[in-house]
Every structure is written in C-alpha cells, then in structure tokens.
C-alpha cells in the first residue's frame, strides 16, 4: 500500500524547475498537469510566466492535459483554453475515474504518461493508482515561487505515514 502514497520522483522543485530532457529520457511522451498549487496558485488566475514559458517548450516535446479537482468549470476552462491544453475539471483524485478517461482520450501507453502535481493524496495517489509515472512538485505562491513551507504537504504525509505504513 505504501508504493500508492509515494511519489515516483519527489522533485522539491517547483514545476516550471522539472527538466523536459529528463522525462524525455524516462520514455515520458505525455504530461497529465494538476491545476491549482502547480501551474498557478489557488486564489489566482494569472499563470507565472515561468510556468506559461515551461509549459510552451513542454507542448513541442509531449501531449498535455490539465487534470483538476477544482469544481469550476469556468475557472479550468479558462486556463485550458489560455494554455491551448486539454482539461478535466471536477475529476474528484484520487479517484481514477476522470483520470482515466484523459487517459483513455489521449490513446498512449501508461508506461510514458506522468502526473505532475503539488498534493500527495490527489495527485500522486490517483497517479499510482493508474500505474503511470507521478512527480511531486511544490506548490507555488501568487508570485509564482515555490512555497518555502507547505502545512498541508507536512499534514499529508504525516496522515499518510499513519494509514499506509
């Protein structure tokens, strides 16, 4: 059960930071992207131009679809269609429903799709679930810098630590 809760590569870098030629190298071919806390703050709706930056380059090197728990629909749209990215919204991680539906849509082997996201019991839990590559980034502020210390994080993995150990 542990192998669920644990990131396949915990970066500690925020994910305008993750080098493309590294998952390039893992055979990664499509990025499934978590909205709020990792491509721009939850009380936000500007998107850092790091972030806008990493994503451009990553759009010419993998497929990319954002994958979201937030419940709005408006919201995630309107960041979709900025990014010129695919979206789910209301996809409710870590259940694997929505998720595999995008994944389902996007028609390309498990083995080179990774989850990339800020939560550990959404993001990498519904990552592992279905068995594709998850990456733990830190979550990012309203300037678009990671955040120094993260409580929800801390609390995640030590509830985690409780129920999974």
Same mark, same amino acid.
Do not use: A, D, M, Q
């Given at each position: 059960m542990v192998s669920l809760i644990k990131a396949s590569w915990d970066s500690q870098l925020p994910i305008y930071k993750i080098p493309q030629n590294k998952l390039q190298r893992k055979g990664i071919k499509c990025l499934l992207l978590d909205v709020d806390g990792t491509i721009l703050n939850r009380n936000s709706t500007k998107i850092p131009d790091k972030v806008i930056n990493w994503i451009k380059k990553s759009k010419r090197l993998f497929s990319l679809y954002l994958i979201s728990n937030n419940p709005s629909e408006k919201r995630i749209s309107m960041i979709g269609k900025s990014l010129g990215i695919k979206y789910k919204f209301k996809a409710f991680k870590p259940s694997k429903k929505i998720t595999l539906e995008a994944i389902n849509e996007i028609n390309i082997d498990r083995k080179n799709i990774a989850i990339i996201g800020d939560r550990l019991l959404t993001d990498i839990f519904?990552?592992?679930?279905?068995?594709?590559?998850?990456? #733990?980034?830190?979550?990012?502020?309203?300037?678009?810098?990671?955040?120094?210390?993260?409580? #929800? #994080?801390?609390?995640?993995? #030590?509830?985690s630590f409780f129920i999974f150990k």
């Open positions: 519904v990552g592992n679930k279905c068995k594709i590559y998850s990456i #733990l980034v830190k979550k990012i502020n309203r300037e678009g810098k990671p955040v120094k210390f993260n409580l #929800l #994080l801390k609390f995640e993995k #030590l509830i």
